[in-house]
């Protein structure tokens, strides 16, 4: 079948629409260019911090929840009325700047005096201003992460109050106003917690870093890359989007950026090739979603994570390696039988960009992630890497007249930049509420308890339950935010029962990313779902389906950590990346019915049991796994069944 790649004037008209779509607003005139000159100024305070600049971490930090909060009441409306070109900003916006720049200010300035002179004794002004910069988080959180965290936060902290009037194991004596102010704003362990710590260094580095290799023209590289790799293989289109959403993953790190960087583009060209609308915005937001989990550049979530096990950043990266590769993997061979089964074919050898010529033009962009992963593993921090690949992407780009970055491109990168951070910034401050509200009260001790009580000695019934609270503490919230707030509960349960602390921990990232894609209340396919015109829930629930691996792996890694290459030798490793990439392929297999002809219905029970089977790294099992696929192998060749393919042209949308 022969398709037709989509013109550049339509990528940019789906582009520009999906832009209309993003809930936040520009500013022109005088206003406007003072808002890009502050962003400047930010970045250029940040990447100084964050390299050879010396100050009290938490007044870094207050530094940093200062520009956070001024840019999110600056870009952020406070209702749908005002989204749109403005220039300036609302009365209400005015008020809610001002008071952050004066709770920043009056906090950088009156703590060494608190910390010196007044040994943590607040004054009534303290508290006020304390008062003040919660209630400008909440509304800043309400705009710019939406209400479900904004929700889960209120409920944390009003159960600070409240929790006196709870009977039983939830309840608690209660805490005064004043205690909760302190703790929430004036400690270390709030707001200002590690969280917010990690948004303030490397986070915010990283996705400058992104915003400018994106900029640099890395994102039309990749696609053009993806298309040479798959595009003219069976169901082509749908392979692009799973391979140029994977080499995105290597500088985004969040799934709803991956949507709607690639999506547009390989949404629509997935609906020309034949897919279904619910199959074309699934793939996206699945294959998007492994972004969160995909090295060198994970979700900001792997940075939290490597400070919550004072590892390098190096250490989790490695961990992520084949759990990254099963999920691509299954996906991959999922789209692959997906289109043999519906018949389709390819992209038509005229629309695919010759290897060598892509290479050619945007191979030199590859430099700068090079250049960052060479320094991850020499041994340099992540900090210091991202710096310095940061600092290579304006003059490799120049290497080439068409990739070449302008003044203009360098402001655009900052203020995407900018704008980037300001979420997940925003998340990682108010999920500090969270955080504080569990340690201040025990409520993660007494959950942890009951779920060890009730699951025993049990690994796996404990992966369970704290699996199903991940993924409803997860629903409809940033990933970052999911992972901390999951973190915090149940990796204290399964390391209790001898669970590695890395792969306890990367259990709470799988589901906590996974979060993104799981119905009621799933991000990724929610903006797949407008990119592709369908509904969410139907994009929901097939993601769901597509991304199965991903709430399988984690089950298997905590039992054996060989998948995530740590805590045995090199030849198990080996071994184990092996049967678990087999396990992968046959349980696509037993999903999507199909390996070399459509499969009778106990032939997919076999595939996908022999598949879960192979992720156990158990010697013996792995045997009687393998033998059992090469039965059922032997089986599809040997036996035929009508083929019963579907002709693009009567697939319903």
Not at 114 to 135: C, H, P
Request: charged letters at 10%; hydrophobic letters at 55%.
């Amino acid at each position: 079948m022969t398709e037709k790649v989509l013109e550049k004037d339509e990528i940019q008209q789906l582009m520009d629409l999906e832009d209309k779509n993003i809930n936040s607003r520009n500013y022109v005139g005088i206003f406007g260019k003072i808002v890009i000159g502050v962003a400047i100024i930010w970045s250029i305070f940040q990447i100084y911090m964050s390299s050879i600049g010396v100050m009290e971490a938490t007044k870094f930090r207050a530094w940093h929840l200062g520009f956070l909060l001024l840019f999110s009441f600056i870009y952020y409306p406070a209702t749908k009325k005002s989204v749109g070109t403005r220039k300036l900003p609302t009365w209400f916006d005015s008020i809610c700047i001002t008071l952050s720049i004066f709770v920043t200010l009056y906090f950088v300035i009156i703590y060494d005096i608190l910390v010196r002179d007044r040994a943590g004794e607040n004054t009534i002004l303290d508290l006020w201003v304390g008062g003040i910069a919660i209630v400008l988080l909440f509304e800043a959180a309400r705009r710019v992460v939406g209400n479900a965290l904004t929700l889960i936060a209120l409920f944390f902290l009003a159960y600070n109050f409240f929790g006196a009037y709870i009977p039983g194991i939830l309840g608690h004596y209660g805490f005064s106003l004043e205690r909760i102010i302190n703790i929430m704003f004036w400690g270390g362990q709030g707001i200002f917690g590690t969280a917010l710590g990690v948004s303030a260094t490397y986070i915010f580095i990283f996705v400058l870093f992104g915003a400018f290799l994106k900029n640099s023209g890395f994102s039309d590289f990749i696609n053009d890359l993806a298309l040479t790799i798959a595009g003219r293989t069976a169901g082509g289109p749908a392979k692009v989007a799973v391979f140029a959403s994977a080499l995105m993953a290597t500088i985004s790190g969040s799934a709803v950026s991956n949507v709607v960087t690639t999506g547009t583009v390989t949404i629509p060209m997935m609906k020309k090739a034949g897919y279904s609308k619910k199959f074309a915005g699934a793939v996206e937001a699945v294959a998007s979603t492994g972004g969160l989990i995909a090295p060198p550049v994970m979700g900001a979530a792997a940075f939290i994570m490597a400070e919550y096990l004072g590892v390098a950043y190096s250490v989790v990266m490695l961990a992520a390696v084949v759990p990254a590769i099963l999920y691509y993997l299954t996906l991959f061979m999922i789209v692959h039988f997906e289109a043999k089964k519906m018949g389709l074919s390819g992209i038509s050898k005229e629309n695919i960009p010759v290897a060598m010529q892509v290479l050619k033009n945007g191979g030199h962009l590859l430099i700068p992630l090079f250049i960052l992963l060479f320094m991850l593993f020499a041994g340099y921090s992540p900090l210091y890497a991202a710096i310095f690949a940061l600092f290579s992407i304006v003059p490799t780009a120049a290497i080439r007249k068409h990739t070449r970055m302008n003044l203009k491109a360098v402001i655009d990168s900052v203020v995407e930049g900018v704008k980037g951070a300001i979420s997940v910034g925003i998340a990682c401050a108010i999920v500090g509420i969270v955080i504080a509200t569990i340690t201040l009260t025990s409520i993660g001790l007494i959950i942890g308890n009951n779920v060890l009580s009730f699951a025993g000695d049990s690994v796996m019934l404990a992966a369970i339950l704290t699996a199903v609270i991940s993924i409803i503490l997860g629903m409809g919230i940033p990933a970052t935010a999911a992972y901390i707030i999951v973190a915090t509960i149940s990796v204290p349960i399964l390391t209790q029962l001898g669970v590695p602390a890395i792969a306890a921990h990367m259990f709470a990232f799988y589901f906590a990313a996974l979060s993104s894609i799981t119905p009621p209340v799933a991000l990724a396919p929610y903006a797949a779902a407008g990119i592709a015109g369908e509904s969410p829930n139907k994009v929901s629930f097939e993601s769901v389906r597509l991304g199965l691996i991903g709430f399988i792996v984690p089950f298997f890694f905590i039992f054996n950590p060989a998948l995530l290459l740590t805590g045995g030798t090199i030849g198990e490793y080996i071994f184990a990346a092996i049967t678990a990439c087999i396990g992968g392929v046959s349980i696509a297999a037993g999903i999507k019915g199909y390996l070399f002809r459509h499969t009778y219905f106990i032939e997919r029970l076999v595939f996908f049991g022999a598949g879960i089977a192979l992720m156990d790294t158990t010697l013996i099992y792995n045997l009687i796994a393998l033998a059992v696929i090469a039965v059922a192998v032997a089986t599809q060749i040997i036996l035929k069944q009508p083929e019963r393919k579907i002709a693009p042209s009567l697939i319903k949308e």
